[in-house]
């Protein structure tokens, strides 16, 4: 389903690029994005809240330098209807390859009328065009602060991290280093993550694995980033658990626009042949995660 | 080769050589006639003695008194040159100065009657009536192109027009092994000859299988040849071979290194037939000759292997192909005055489909799969479903290729210098199509040890398909020079460098690691390869310089030929672990190899009696670089290829002048070989052996009666050693074995 999505989006996004580009005075592109849902935390009351489906339309004028991003389906709180809004003509640049919007005090325009009671006091957009193969993955970070009282975060619901995994045993030995496993990270409404690790290798010699931990919960750092925190979890491979190479002190901090730092141990265990569990030497896994595809 | 021995090498060889020019101008002028003289060739001259070419020539006399009916025969008697026996007809692995293929592309051509055979699976065949046979060492990339590296093997049937008659031959040998053979040969007309041979052999072998309690290397196979050769005006020759061959084989005699049994309990065999059909014209005038070489061949060829060799369910291969070719070689050679040239245009075209599906048996999916898995996670368990299941592999591939070539040479008093070129071009495609279905389930045993509780069930889909293709464009240069001692004998040094290379293309054998990495990536281990990455390869290329001598005594006794060789071969193609992986080869170009060694062959023939020939080669041929992935080979000694080839022997010849006895001849001979080393770990090997013949002939005008034997000593020797699922295996060579051959020849 989310390759459905990535595809079509990207198939939506060039469709729209090709019919704005009629107007021969001005260049545009429209960008579309749902895969994501709001973090709300309240400032007063110190609590967050979780709001499913908000929409983005993102269109940036390559002419005057400026955007105009309608976010449909916006709540802050319980008991209030989703509104449509939309900011105007807000300035962009690109910074380290991300369409960056920074702007303070825009008041949106929600059916038509300005609405200064809901000004965001301060707004943050980037959005990275990125093609994983094929596919249009997108990263895109949105926060912005509502009346100095809830600040939202759009938290990405699925994101693909790319970079160097250093694994060192515990028994000694110099580190082992590679750069092919490809981690996606998936977060819920629940605030619970899965991680999958495609390719994950833990020595020299050793056949890679598709790994997944489940049910990391997650803590959101409002227009910050992201906490990844489990004690201990028993990863899966292709759906099927595998106590042996059980995962401990699990910590993942991550940003919205950098990537991630990820650590945990695999502790594995061999059961022989008169049936006793022998413990081996742990490893220590550390990635060190951006959101850079590698060159094939 | 420290640079001192060469040097003591050089000036030994430059002593026999003055010795020689001393020896030549004293001796009598009596002409003996040492060999049968070479027919006129077309991209060579008459006599390889004055070329710079290191070469083997065994002619017709030899060849019957030898027994030799298969090129696997010829293996020893050219220095340098080793064909080992194993397997069947389909392994045709040919070592020459160290270098050598098992996997797909050979590195020695083979020419018959002129017909470039371009599949090596091809090369081994039976053949009766040859004239003569030639094997030629080093490079001839230049003037032959793809898969000459090591050198040319030129094989030619007697012509239609220099002999006339019925010729009969019958065999019976050690083994059970039975052979007849019929021939005709006519003039239709003065300028029209055609020839028929067909021959029809079986044997039940010399190897028996445990298992099956039988035999386990039988063969029955069989050839027709139609030649027709056609001297259409004084300026016009035409002649073409057309031939089929079929050939079925039992086994592969294949033992254990621990038991040293064959046992094994799946059916191995193969089975071949084979057509070709060779159009040569040749146009002379004035100014220069235009030859054209078509050809067309077909193999329609199913291998069926065992291939754990043990008596137990693991897995077997079969590899069924049907392959069609199509070559075109157009050649123009001239002289002006001192200067000689030759130029060609040569193309073709090649197809095959192939289907090689491997099927996994029971005990091979718990042994290979399932007890791998399992260890990894005994609380969840899998088991497959089904008792075998197949990979299924189905594969075309067309590949075409065109070159444009030219030599020119020039003699200035005695030296000849040399110069060629020929230019590439070749385009190889894959498509292929992988599929297979079968299931596995996964039980959970966190309870109980017990395979009770299912977890979950998986699929195991593949149906993947998809094309590659690769072109590679080759320039291949050779320079020699040549300086006669005398024009009037083939006494000569030379010294040559010359380029050659080995095609690239796509090793399908490795698409069983793709398959298996495949299934291992669907239960989550392993990693996908890019199928490119594991199958295809790049040309492999060789530097090679040679500096030789060919003697000739004025009257003919006593020939000699030495060379000093050096080969440089860069872009190897080997298979390799990535990345140190325990599993997943891939084919990759990765190995830098250097070989040196010498040659030296005799034939003293000092009255009409005795003849006496012998040959000597030595190799040092090892590894410069090659790194799998899991261990660095540098230093090594390549592997399959000798250190040493020996060839001796002895022929006596009386003249009886009986009534139906003109002559008694009586021939001793010894071929040797090693030490060979197995693996790249140089941690297995044969040592140097050696295996006695003889035979003893009684000759008339029409007939003859050979009684021969062969491996006298009964000498126990290894011809190919192999590890198979980490089990060690290896083919002990034929016993002591004789036999009668019976000829008769009616000339009208």
Known sequence: ???????????????????????????????????????????????YKIFEAPQYEFEFNYTDITANVKIKNVKFADGMPAINMTLENLKWNISNGFKVINANNVIPVVDGNAMPEYMLNSVKIELLDRYVGVYYEPIVNVYFVIN??????????????????????????????INTPVYQLSIDEDMIADLKIAGAKFAQGMPSLDMEFENIPVEISSGVGYTLKCESLIPEINDVPFPNYQITNLIGMGTFSKGLDLSFNCVMTKTMDDGSVVELPPYKVDADLHFEVPAE | MRREYIITIIVLCLSVVDLWAQLGEAVADTTLTLQEISVSAIKQSSNMRVQPITSTIIGGDVIERLNIDAMKNVSEMAPNFYMPDYGTRMTSSIYVRGLGARIDQPVVGLNVDNVPFLNKDNYDFDAVDIERIEVLRGPQST????????????????????????????????????????????????????????YYSMTDGFFDNKHSGSDCDT??????????????????????????????????????????????????????TSITDGLTIKWLNDKFTLSSISSFQYIDDDMTLDQDFLPLEYFTLTQKRKEWALTQDFVVRGSVGKYNWLGGLFCFYKSSDMSAPVTFKDYGIDQLIEKHRNEANPYYPVNWDDETFVLGSDFKTPTWGVAI??????????????????????????????????????YDCTDTQELEKVFNNHEVVIDDQGSLNKSFVELLPKVSVVYSFSPLNESNIYASVSKG?????????????????????????????????????????????????????NNGMFNADVAL??????????????DGTTTGRIMANAGKTRSYGLETSVVYRPSAKWMFNASYGLTDARFVE?????NDYKGKRIPYAPRNTVFAGMTYRQPLNAKWIDAMSFNLNCRGVGSIYWNEENSEKQPFYALLGASMRLEHARYSVDLWAENIADKEYKTFYFVSIGNGFYQQGKPARMGVTLRYNFEM
Not at chain 1, 151 to 171: N, P, R
Not at chain 2, 535 to 552: F, R
């Open chain 1, 1 to 47: 389903m989310k390759t459905i999505k990535s595809l079509l989006l990207s198939l939506i996004s060039i469709t729209v690029f090709a019919s704005c580009s009629n107007d021969d005075s001005e260049a545009k592109t429209v960008q579309y994005y749902d895969d994501c849902f709001h973090h709300v935390y309240n400032v007063m009351s110190g609590e």
């Open chain 2, 219 to 272: 063969e029955k196979q069989g050839g027709f040849r139609w030649k027709t050769q056609w001297r259409i005006a004084d300026n016009v020759n035409l002649e073409n071979v057309a031939s089929t061959q079929f050939s079925r084989q039992e086994g592969y005699p294949y033992a254990s290194v621990i038991t040293d049994e064959i046992n094994y309990n799946d059916t191995c065999f193969y089975k071949r």
């Open chain 2, 143 to 198: 003037l032959y192109g793809r898969n000459t590296m090591g050198g040319l093997i030129n094989i030619y049937t007697l012509s239609p027009m220099k002999c006339q008659g019925l010729r009969l031959l019958a065999e019976y040998g050690s083994g059970n092994s039975l052979k007849t053979a019929v021939s005709y040969y006519t003039k239709i007309q003065p300028r029209l000859a055609i020839s028929w041979s067909g």
């Open chain 1, 148 to 177: 100095d009282m809830f600040k939202v975060t759009a938290v990405q619901e699925d994101i693909l991290y790319f970079g160097e995994t250093s694994v060192t045993s515990m028994s000694g030995g110099n580190p082992y280093t």
């Open chain 2, 626 to 630: 090659f790194n799998n992935g899991k």
């Open chain 2, 565 to 578: 060789f050096y080969v440089d071969c860069r872009n190897q193609q080997l298979t390799m672990f990535p």
């Open chain 2, 501 to 553: 290379y080995k095609a690239g293309g796509y090793n399908t054998q490795m698409f069983s690691d793709v398959l298996q990495q495949r299934i291992m990536k669907l239960m989550g281990l392993g990693m996908k390869y890019d199928i490119d990455d594991v199958v295809g390869y790049d040309p492999e290329e060789s530097i090679n310089y040679e500096l030789g001598a060919h003697l000739t005594t």
């Open chain 2, 405 to 442: 070539y030219h030599q020119s040479s020039y003699k200035i008093g005695r030296w000849n210098f040399s110069a060629g070129i020929r230019l590439d071009y070749e385009r190889v495609a894959l498509d292929y199509h992988s599929y297979c279905n079968t299931s596995y389930t996964t």
